[in-house]
T-cell receptor, first 112, second 111 residues
Framework: DAGVTQSPTHLIKTRGQQVTLRCSPK?????VSWYQQALGQGPQFIFQ???????QRGNFPDRFSGHQFPNYSSELNVNALLLGDSALYLC???????????FGSGTRLTVV | AQSVTQPDIHITVSEGASLELRCNYS??????LFWYVQSPGQGLQLLLK??????LVQGIKGFEAEFKRSQSSFNLRKPSVHWSDAAEYFCALTPDYKLSFGAGTTVTVRA
């Protein structure tokens, strides 16, 4: 049974560019949450998707947007990249109303 | 607003010794509390969680945690540490399905 799959594992982008990160949830899960983990910090909640809609959002600017597809997979898009966006981006899946989160291994984004 | 504080940034412990990681939270009611472990380059693995009931919670890999409402704490313990326990440990809470994490405690295990 596959867990949460994230792609790519590593990515290097230039300031001002746009990036798309992808997440496939664990089989049976229908909710996807995204977290940003800066070096030496705990993960920070970005947003959560369920039924293809953004249900909750953390304190992140509109440059961060997302999407959920009918098969429950999700994308995180970041526009106009800043150096400060360099971080590990984690995807977590769960079943709606359930606190059993499964995390992926993350995408390491470096902005230069 | 809720918050989680992990007072210890880094702890070094000898293999076979006991380990205790501290976690304090701020929230108006009793939140759902979690401990996660993160090995280098990896995602987060759930060690244990507390929702209600017995305040001493058993988890995987021999870890346990005790919820103390009066102290707003949820400390993690392990009686005998193995070299493979070297990792970063995060305490988290949620009242509403989005997790709020502490800054983490890095555990180094010396032989």
């Amino acid at each position: 049974d596959a867990g949460v799959t994230q792609s790519p594992t590593h990515l290097i982008k230039t300031r001002g560019q746009q990036v798309t990160l992808r997440c496939s949830p664990k089989s049976g899960h229908d909710t996807v949450s995204w977290y940003q983990q800066a070096l030496g910090q705990g993960p920070q909640f970005i947003f959560q998707y369920y039924e293809e809609e953004e249900r909750q959002r953390g304190n992140f600017p509109d440059r961060f947007s997302g999407h959920q597809f009918p098969n429950y997979s999700s994308e995180l898009n970041v526009n106009a990249l800043l150096l400060g966006d360099s971080a590990l981006y984690l995807c977590a899946s769960s079943l709606k109303g359930n606190y059993g989160y499964t995390f992926g291994s993350g995408t390491r984004l470096t902005v230069v | 607003a809720q918050s989680v504080t992990q007072p210890d940034i880094h702890i070094t412990v000898s293999e076979g010794a006991s380990l205790e990681l501290r976690c304090n939270y701020s929230y108006g009611a009793t939140p759902y509390l979690f401990w996660y472990v993160q090995s280098p380059g990896q995602g987060l693995q759930l060690l244990l969680k507390y929702f209600s009931g017995d305040t001493l919670v058993q988890g995987i890999k021999g870890f346990e945690a005790e919820f103390k409402r009066s102290q707003s704490s949820f400390n993690l313990r392990k009686p005998s540490v193995h070299w493979s326990d070297a990792a970063e440990y995060f305490c988290a809470l949620t009242p509403d399905y989005k997790l709020s994490f502490g800054a983490g405690t890095t555990v180094t295990v010396r032989a």
